[in-house]
C-alpha cells in the first residue's frame, strides 16, 4: 500500500492520523491507540458503533459482478474513464478516492494508467472488497459507508471517482485538494433499452444529469462531459449477471437469475453513459 494513500486516512473514532504498522496481520492505528487489523483478504473494515444501515451487495452479486467485468463488456467505460482521471494526477503520489470502489475493475484500469498514482477504495460490502484488495493491492481498501464522513483528511485527495454509487458531495469537496476534480459516472437515458425490463433494471429517467448537477452545486461546478456508447454483445448468462450484480440483485429471485440464465441467443443493446467532472466551487474549498 502506497505512502501517501494511508497518510491521507484519519482515524474513525477521534480523527486522528492513521499510520501502518509494520505488522502481521497489517494493521492501522493512531496515537490514541484505536487499531484496525486487516482482513486476511487485504482490506480493513474501519466501521464502528452500529455500522451501516445500508444493504452490501451479497457474494452472489460480487460474483455476478467480476464476471460481467471480467468479460470485457464495460472495458470501453473503464478506458475512457481512466483518460479522465488520468489526466487528473498530474504528480507522482496523487491520491485518487474510488468511493464505491466495488470489486475494484474501474480503479485497476486508473492505476494501471498511472502507476504512480496512490489509491483509496471505499465500499460497504466486505464481499466485494475481497476482490477488490485482490485487483489492487497497492491500494488502502476500505469497508465504510459513503453517507458517514470520510475517514480522510480535509484536502488530501487529487480526484475522487463515483462509479453508480452514491455520492457525498460535502464530503468530497473536503477531502479534494484545490484543483482537484470530482468524476462521476451515471447511465443516461436508453441505458440498456431492449432488455433492462427483461433484465429487471429501472429504466433512467430524462433530466438525470440535470438533476446530477443540481444535487452538487451547492459545493461543485460543472466540467467537461463525455458521452459513450458501448454497443454489447450479451448471452442469457450475461443478462442474468448484468440484472444481478446492480441494485435490482437484491431484489431478484434464484428463479428469475435462473430464468434470465437460460435465455437461448444473442442480445445487443447499447449501453448508454455519461462521465462528468466537476470543480470544486471557490468558496468551498
Known sequence: ?????????????????????????????CQAGHRFDAAKQGYFNLLTGKGTVFEADSPGMVEARRRFLDGGHYAALSSALAGHVAGRLPRSGAVVLD???GTG??????????????????????????????TNPQAVNLVWDIWRPLPLADHS???VMVVFAPRNPEEFVRVLRPGGTLVVVTPRPGHLAGVAAQAGLLAIEEGKADRLRASLNPYFEPGD??????RLTLTGPDLADLAFMGPAGHHLSPAAVAELAGLEGVFSPTAKFRISTFIPRPAAS
Open 157 to 159: 485527495v487529487d480526484v
Open 1 to 29: 500500500m502506497s505512502s501517501p494513500a494511508v497518510q491521507a486516512l484519519r482515524c474513525p473514532v477521534c480523527q486522528g492520523t492513521l499510520r501502518l504498522l509494520d505488522s502481521r496481520p497489517p494493521t492501522l492505528a
Open 225 to 230: 462531459d463525455q458521452e459513450l456508447d458501448v
Open 105 to 134: 475493475n474501474y480503479l485497476h484500469t486508473v492505476l494501471d494508467r498511472v502507476p504512480s498514482a496512490s489509491a483509496v477504495g471505499l465500499d460497504i460490502s466486505k464481499y466485494a472488497l475481497r476482490r477488490a484488495a485482490r
Open 99 to 101: 468511493a464505491g470502489t
